[in-house]
């Protein structure tokens, strides 16, 4: 396994306990993702997708096996000490958005500085660049319901990437976007990661996974396949 990599994950297994049956989410799980990787994680209902991402979320802890973060161990953290590598290493992007409805952009965007302990001088010219590197420039003082769903996915998107974490981390993000605005969205997250940003998709759509360079499809907790986009969907248009 590459011990450059990233993430380095081992032999993940992740077993729960449903009355008297055991479910095995994940049986057995070995990858890695380098920096400035594309990946899309798929896979059909119960397959373990939405485990292993929880998992590379520091949402979840594994049952068995090793989970390597950009050099640290974390599959036997506690929780406390969770929540600090994935406010630092993890940016989040959910299909409902989660934003906060009552605060602006901007006050949406510093969320992750005001728990890592920045200036409020400091966090709002990082939250403010971060915007407008989303294009959002001029919506900083708007509040989400006054945003488009596309507008919307944006802040998310400039809240995951504000901290500078190591993996940007997106589960299912064009999910509730029209098709043109879910085709704005991954022309995005093309430019963020030509930018040199390393990007993880968990999508059950296709048109969704090949946008990245490389799919992993998995299928009853184990890794059915790995392999390279030969033809990724190439975004080249200006962000609009």
Do not use: W
């Not at 919506?139 to 319901?145: L, S, T, V």
């Not at 930018?195 to 998709?201: H, S």
């Amino acid at each position: 396994m590459n011990s450059q990599a990233i993430i380095r994950i081992q032999n993940l297994k992740r077993f729960y306990k449903m009355g008297e049956t055991i479910v095995r989410a994940l049986n057995g799980v070995t990858f890695s993702v380098d920096k400035n990787e594309y990946i899309a994680i798929m896979g059909p209902s119960g397959s373990g997708k939405s485990t292993l991402m929880n998992i590379i979320g520091c949402l979840d802890t594994p049952t068995e096996g090793e989970y390597i973060l950009n050099n640290q161990k974390v599959s036997d953290l506690e929780d406390s000490e969770l929540a600090e590598v994935r406010n630092r290493e993890i940016g989040f992007v959910f299909q409902t958005f989660n934003l906060l409805p009552r605060t602006d952009c901007l006050a949406n965007v510093e969320l992750p500085l005001i728990y890592s302990g920045m200036k409020s001088s400091e966090r709002r010219k990082k939250a403010t660049a971060t915007l407008e590197k989303v294009g959002l420039g001029d919506r900083i003082d708007h509040k989400p319901n006054e945003l488009s769903g596309g507008q919307r996915q944006r802040v998310a998107i400039a809240r995951a990437l504000v901290n500078n974490p190591s993996i940007l981390l997106a589960d299912e993000p064009t999910g509730n976007l029209d098709s043109k605005t879910g085709d704005e969205i991954m022309l995005l997250f093309e430019e963020l990661y030509r930018a040199g940003n390393t990007i993880i998709v968990v999508t059950h759509e296709q048109e969704v996974a090949e946008h990245a360079r490389r799919i992993v499809r998995l299928r009853d907790g184990l890794i059915e396949s790995d392999e390279k986009v030969t033809s990724p969907v190439l975004a080249t248009s200006q962000v609009v």
